[in-house]
């Protein structure tokens, strides 16, 4: 018989998590990664140096999207919901992982401003959980429809040759359109344009400061 978490294992289980995101060559996938078979053509240092800014943006942002869902299952009502929270985040395990794994790669680091990222995102999720499921689950489709069209403008400037780079956001591009429906099939309340808006300026701010800090 499986015993009942308390209070205490749940915060445990936080923390791990925590520190398993923010900590660079921390995080495991749960699936092969999507270059194991693939080689780049050569790549000149400006164009390693470019792609790595890529996928740095890449990284911090699914550092934001397992804060998101750390916050959301936190405070989600529904067992079902936070089970689905759950799945979605070890996905972008996989996604942190890959990205840091790239990184390393392409001779880079992860943003120094992941853990500002980290507790921002944190927050508006646990915010968003506790107005209820159907906003919660509305926040996940707005957010994830965010980062499909991130990722297919970074699929369009990664350097020519950089192949490896470029499966790993293929991956992740089908892996985010996947939570993006089903966050509506399960309850969603689509958001209305002007807070999509209004989240597409917050992601270029993180851009913007993630690609060379």
């Known amino acids: 018989m499986l015993r009942k978490l308390t209070r205490t294992d749940q915060l445990i289980h936080q923390f791990d998590t925590v520190l398993r995101t923010l900590v660079p060559h921390a995080a495991q996938p749960s699936r092969p990664s999507p270059v194991d078979d693939i080689r780049d053509d050569p790549l000149d240092d400006a164009a390693r140096q470019h792609a790595a800014g890529l996928m740095r943006i890449n990284h911090t942002g699914e550092v934001c999207a397992q804060a998101l869902y750390q916050g959301q299952g936190m405070t989600a009502r529904l067992a079902d919901t ?21 990184l390393v790669e392409l001779d880079s680091r992860t943003s120094y401003l992941n853990p500002l990222f980290y507790a921002a995102s944190f927050g508006m999720g646990a915010v968003a959980g506790a107005v209820g499921d159907h906003v919660s689950l509305g926040f996940v489709n707005a957010t994830e ?36 429906r ?5 309850g969603g309340t689509p958001f209305p344009a002007p807070v999509k808006f209004g989240m ?14």
């Open 182 to 186: 089903w966050a509506l099939e399960a």
């Open 82 to 102: 936070r089970a689905q929270m759950e799945q979605a985040a070890q996905e972008e395990i996989d996604h942190l992982a890959w990205c840091d794994a790239r």
């Open 200 to 213: 597409a300026l917050m992601s270029k701010v993180m851009t913007r400061s993630v690609y060379r800090l």
């Open 145 to 180: 429809e965010q980062v499909g069209k991130h990722l297919e403008k970074h699929l369009g400037k990664l350097p020519r040759g950089d192949n490896r780079s470029r499966a790993v956001l293929e991956q992740m591009r089908e892996d985010e359109a996947h939570h993006a």
